[in-house]
């Protein structure tokens, strides 16, 4: 089939595959992407469900309905669906990463570092993890741990804003203005908001 030349034209090709082969978990998992790209939210439900009739291990299928509830601001349900993707697959990083994000908004710090550290062990490239992890650590009052992690996520990828933004929280933290400066320049060049009150301390010190 040839490849697509916009979001429309995938989506009719994924139909047409689905009425070829209607058990094709992975076009109908592929098909709710794409609605999910268009924000078609109970359309997409539907056919990440239709996936996981067809191909029970799909856990990116699960992975995605923990997005969708995440849209709706349902975070129980997905917890739940990220739960229930690493239970099927042991080692599937990105649900150890919805799990610690979850618990980081519900404000348990401790399970959060737990399951982004897991996360971070099983691929060592998941910068959103990462980014989160350092948050935590921030929030535990590591700042040091902090610091190194949120430096590993610059070593993946320079222009990360939100670890700029969080060096410059931590380097605040440690009165090493310098630096802190130098990180909250860059996470705004890089058009981040940086919260006023962190602008405010900063111009405040020598």
């Keep these: 089939m040839t490849k697509a030349k916009n979001v429309q034209e995938y989506i009719v090709q994924q139909q047409e595959r689905i009425a070829?082969?209607?058990?094709?978990?992975?076009?109908?998992?592929?098909?709710?992407?794409?609605?999910?790209?268009?924000?078609?939210?109970?359309?997409?439900e539907k056919e990440l469900f239709n996936s996981l009739e067809c191909s029970p291990t799909l856990v990116e299928?699960?992975?995605?309905?923990?997005?969708?509830?995440?849209?709706?601001?349902?975070?129980?349900?997905?917890?739940?669906?990220?739960?229930?993707a690493v239970k099927?697959?042991?080692?599937?990083?990105?649900?150890y990463g919805n799990i610690g994000f979850i618990y980081l908004q519900?404000?348990?710090v401790e399970e959060a570092i737990k399951f982004l550290e897991k996360a971070v062990s099983i691929n060592p490239n998941?910068?959103?993890?990462?980014?989160?992890?350092?948050?935590?650590?921030?929030?535990?009052?590591?700042?040091d741990k902090s610091i190194q992690t949120n430096l590993q996520v610059l070593e993946i990828e320079s222009n990360f804003a939100v670890a700029h933004n969080n060096l410059s929280i931590a380097y605040l933290e440690k009165k090493e203005?310098?630096?802190?400066?130098?990180?909250?320049?860059?996470?705004?060049?890089?058009?981040?908001?940086?919260?006023?009150?962190?602008?405010?301390?900063?111009?405040?010190?020598?």
């Design 88 to 95: 099927i697959r042991k080692n599937f990083a990105e649900g």
């Design 106 to 108: 519900k404000g348990n």
């Design 177 to 206: 203005y310098d630096l802190a400066r130098k990180h909250c320049n860059k996470a705004i060049s890089l058009g981040y908001k940086v919260p006023d009150e962190i602008i405010a301390e900063l111009n405040s010190v020598d």
């Design 20 to 44: 070829a082969n209607p058990t094709c978990g992975t076009s109908h998992y592929n098909l709710a992407v794409a609605l999910i790209g268009l924000k078609k939210y109970d359309e997409a």
């Design 126 to 143: 998941f910068i959103q993890a990462y980014a989160t992890l350092a948050n935590a650590y921030l929030m535990q009052g590591l700042i």
């Design 61 to 84: 299928a699960y992975a995605q309905l923990g997005g969708i509830c995440m849209q709706n601001g349902d975070y129980d349900g997905c917890m739940h669906y990220n739960q229930q």
